[in-house]
């Protein structure tokens, strides 16, 4: 199985920063590899698929990157609404394996 | 508009079997594959498992393999997850989930809840 390695496990930042999320893949993956958001009592909403492109609908200030087996979530001047608890997930071979989720907090 | 609702959820006896359901409507359900993910109390997501289109395709997470059996009704638009054998460790919220053409899972269900508890 690819395991998939999120890190930080939680992060508190402020509005005027850049928030940075990764997810390191056990092996390469391809950029099969989306990221989601999860409010708390929500489904996880899509922002990223193939490692840097924007879902429909999401705010520009997101963004996903690669470098190696890494993958990035940027998040750019969070808004308080950006709040939740972030997901990266391979869908390259499966079973598709999830990253173990970023608690952010926006203060 | 999308939308993936999950129904067939509660309370069930350990070893005991039960059999959720995701009606399908706002797009051509038989133009995607269909997957399901489920959350533990306060714990991460976790892959269940996909189907193809005609389900002639269909993956699981290994560990579940024997428990679970992934299903779907095209002519219903409905997707379902037969599961067996159930312990306390299946106590958890069930999403089902459509398959993007690209990477990724681009429309969930609101989830139904699964506690297995005597």
């Known amino acids: 199985d690819i395991q998939m390695t999120q890190s930080p496990a939680s992060l508190s930042a402020s509005l005027e920063e850049i928030v940075t999320i990764t997810c390191k893949a056990s092996q390469g993956i391809d950029d099969y590899l989306s990221w989601y958001q999860q409010k708390p009592g929500k489904s996880p909403q899509l922002l990223i698929y193939d490692a840097t492109s924007l879902a429909d609908g999401v705010p520009s200030r997101f963004s996903g990157s690669r470098s190696g087996t890494q993958y990035s979530l940027k998040i750019s001047r969070p808004q308080v609404d950006d709040s939740g608890i972030y997901y990266c997930l391979q869908s390259y071979s499966t079973p598709y394996t999830f990253g173990a989720g970023t608690k952010l907090e926006l203060k | 508009e999308v939308k993936l609702v999950e129904s067939g959820g509660g309370l069930v006896q350990p070893g005991r079997s039960l059999k959720l359901s995701c009606a399908a409507s706002g797009f051509s359900f038989n133009d995607y594959w269909m997957g399901w993910v489920r959350q533990a109390p306060g714990k991460g997501l976790e892959w269940i498992g996909e189907i193809n289109q005609d389900s002639s395709t269909i993956n699981y997470t290994p560990s579940l393999k024997d428990k679970f059996t992934i299903s779907r009704d095209n002519a219903q638009n409905t997707l379902y997850l037969q599961m067996s054998k159930l312990g306390s460790e299946d106590t958890a919220i069930y999403y089902c989930?459509?398959?993007?053409?690209?990477?990724?899972?681009?429309?969930w269900g609101q989830g139904v809840m699964v506690t297995v508890s005597s």
């Open positions: 989930a459509r398959v993007g053409y690209y990477s990724g899972l681009d429309y």
